[in-house]
């Protein structure tokens, strides 16, 4: 399974982006695809996530900010990231969780660089 993400930039604070993850080749269901960052210094963390029904999680920090939705006929997950803040700055990970019970598999795109300047 191929993730092309896409999206990623310069912005300033309190501006908007939107990433864009596309998964290709994948078999069996998609059940889960969602957003990972890691900031410089810092830990990766889960930003967003999304099943195939469409339950989404978020992270404390980001929600009432960030939006995730997701294409399950395109295999492609979005974020609306608004109100962005310094803090946001990070490369986001595209992640997928393609399941065929028992066995589950995860995915990791390429990254794209977000930064937001003060």
């Known amino acids: 399974v191929q993730l092309q993400a896409s999206g990623g930039g310069l912005v300033q604070a309190g501006g908007s982006l939107r990433l864009s993850c596309a998964a290709s080749g994948s078999r069996f269901s998609i059940y889960l695809m969602g957003w990972y960052r890691r900031a410089p210094g810092r830990q990766r963390e889960l930003v967003a996530s999304?099943?195939?029904?469409?339950?989404?999680d978020y992270a404390d920090s980001v929600k009432d900010r960030f939006t995730i939705s997701r294409d399950n006929a395109a295999n492609t997950v979005y974020l609306q990231m608004n109100s962005l803040k310094p803090e946001d700055t990070a490369v986001y990970y595209c992640?997928?969780?393609?399941?065929?019970?028992?066995?589950?598999?995860?995915?990791w795109g390429q990254g794209t660089l977000v930064t937001v300047s003060s």
């Open positions: 992640h997928a969780k393609v399941v065929n019970s028992p066995v589950s598999w995860t995915y």
């Open positions: 999304i099943t195939s029904s469409s339950s989404a």
